[in-house]
């Protein structure tokens, strides 16, 4: 049990030494107990110091605060995001998408420790000209940041949370409202993050439960710095970043509820965060017009704020991929993925290398992929499965599945066909699996309606031929109306229509029900096989 410290204080300072957690704060000239550093000086005395220490018991433990919890006077935030309540545009430079993968996947990531035993995290960038080069350390406190060596830093790895990740990415959001990121700051409460990440609908956890994690999330970010060395690009000129935060956490101001027995409740948070010198480089609208910088950024979507948030500890790897596929498909959405790639994403390097030499690792670790992919799917992000090198043989039983009729009698129908088959769909793998899916592809992932906008941002650059074609034939978009009115006025039924457009039953199906909106190509394709065009 956390304690807390009255409205009796006297601010006599014999608790705060001799705290061993460093629990006990000073903010405005008031002496308060932070929850979350608290543990009753358990493993250290066998009483609590700041109760035994207090000449006036004005420590007492903290009772749960019972009644609404109302902050007075909060400072004012920056507005919020998500204001069409499906997507931000968000800092999405390679910097960023490494800082994501590193709160994601920690330890599989391959840390090494350089000549003076400081670990840290190298990715090269353009061929090996250049590189970025991340370090942990341990305050947001302290400057200049220094980076944590040996065991220090790999405990510290290990006790990120993915859940960071998330926030790093509200930051980034955040970032792309501010004209000089590197410059001016952005100001954040915990009443937008908790809604940001869904916390609100949360109600197994007490308020201070959320406030504890989310100072926690909150500073995680800050946690990790950068070098960067960037080669010459186009016409923007090399240039070197020196070792720096990522993002500065500039302050926390807590605010309190006082109960009728003068115990100060934590009951909100504010945050304070600046971007770190990569954003001059990475986020500069005015360097970039004058061609010295880059200002690159993409669409972040709130649904895969609280889907991260939900699946994290069941579905770790997918929740991993998820994270990964935000930046991988801003850079076109017919990218290529194969399943190695995949895998060292959500399990990291060692368990896909151990999987490949002990058949039990390998059954698990298909198991789990299986049902990452599954989560994707549910999530809308649907693998579309390379038919040469993942054929229907090696795919996973629910990818078979997704055709399943939802009439009863079609559905009979559809087992009994499958029953007269040689193999069936339920049978077990066939013989070479795990050989055959290392090298299997995904095509691309179908992405759900709020992740769309940042594929046609990228699909507007270079295909002069295509726009060109494309841009003759405008045709107003096809509403998901129209589509099921033409289908049935064909009588076709939704799993014909899949079979002409070459196209999954589900895929028409999430059309219909406006889950997804067909991209401009397949728009033509459903004019064509309708009657519309
Ligand atoms: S109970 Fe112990 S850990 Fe908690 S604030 Fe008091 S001295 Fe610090
Ligand atoms: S809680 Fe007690 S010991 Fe600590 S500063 Fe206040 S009066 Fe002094």
């Not at 008031?30 to 420590?59: F, H, K, M, T």
């Not at 994707?376 to 055709?403: C, M, R, S």
């Not at 049935?488 to 219909?512: P, V």
């Amino acid at each position: 049990m956390a304690y807390t410290i009255t409205t009796r204080c006297v601010g006599c300072d014999s608790c705060r030494p001799h705290c061993p957690t460093g629990a006990i704060q000073i903010e405005s000239e008031q002496y308060w107990i932070d929850p979350s550093l608290c543990n009753s000086c358990a493993g250290y005395y066998p009483e609590p110091q700041c109760a035994v220490l207090c000449p006036i018991s004005s420590a007492v433990p903290l009772q749960a605060k019972k009644g609404r919890c109302k902050v007075d006077t909060r400072t004012a935030t920056s507005p919020d995001l998500f204001a069409n309540s499906k997507s931000n545009p968000f800092a999405s430079a390679i910097v960023m998408w490494e800082l994501c993968n590193l709160l994601a996947q920690r330890q599989s990531l391959p840390w090494e420790a350089d000549t003076t035993g400081k670990l840290s995290y190298r990715r090269q960038v353009s061929k090996g000209r250049g590189s970025i080069t991340f370090r942990v350390i341990e305050t947001v406190e302290l400057e200049p940041p220094v980076a944590l060596q040996g065991k220090t830093a790999l405990s510290a790895i290990g006790a990120l949370d993915i859940r960071a990740a998330c926030m790093h990415l509200i930051y980034a959001a955040h970032a792309t409202a501010i004209e000089k990121p590197w410059e001016q700051e952005f100001i954040i409460s915990d009443r937008q993050i908790e809604e940001y990440l869904g916390l609100e609908k949360r109600k197994d956890l007490s308020k201070l439960a959320k406030l504890t994690l989310i100072k926690d999330l909150a500073q995680q970010p800050c946690k990790i710095t950068t070098c960067i060395d960037w080669p010459q690009q186009g016409r923007v000129q090399g240039f070197t970043v020196e070792d720096s935060r990522l993002w500065h956490l500039l302050g926390i101001q807590h605010h309190f509820q006082e109960d009728h027995l003068g115990c100060k409740h934590l009951v909100g948070l504010t945050f304070r965060v600046k971007a770190g010198t990569w954003a001059k480089y990475f986020l500069n609208k005015q360097g970039c017009r004058e061609r010295t910088s880059f200002y690159q950024y993409g669409s972040l979507p709130k649904s895969l704020l609280s889907a991260v948030m939900s699946i994290w500890q069941q579905h770790e790897g997918a929740a991993r991929m998820m994270l990964w596929l935000l930046f991988k498909t801003k850079m076109g959405r017919e990218q290529r993925i194969t399943i190695p790639t995949l895998m060292r994403v959500a399990y990291g390097e060692a368990k896909v290398t151990v999987a490949a030499s002990y058949r039990e690792e390998r059954k698990r670790l298909l198991r789990t992929f299986e049902s990452d992919l599954e989560v994707l799917n549910h999530y809308g992000l649907k693998p579309v499965f390379d038919p040469i090198t993942y054929p229907p043989e090696i795919q996973p039983l629910w990818a078979k599945l997704v055709d399943l009729p939802d009439d009863a009698e079609a559905a009979l129908e559809f087992w009994t066909k499958d029953g007269s088959n040689g193999t069936r769909l339920t049978d077990s793998g066939p013989r070479g699996k795990w050989n055959r899916l290392m090298n299997a592809r995904i095509l691309w992932f179908e992405l759900p309606a709020a992740w769309e906008p940042q594929a046609t941002e990228v699909k507007k650059k270079p295909q002069r031929t295509t726009n060109r074609r494309i841009n003759s034939k405008i045709q107003p978009v096809l509403s998901r109306e129209e589509i099921m009115a033409a289908r049935k006025n064909l009588r076709l039924s939704q799993r014909e229509l899949a079979k002409m457009t070459g196209k999954s039953q589900s895929w028409i199906r999430d059309i219909e029900n406006g889950r997804f909106r067909a991209s401009s190509a397949d728009q033509l394709l459903l004019r064509k096989v309708l009657g519309l065009a």
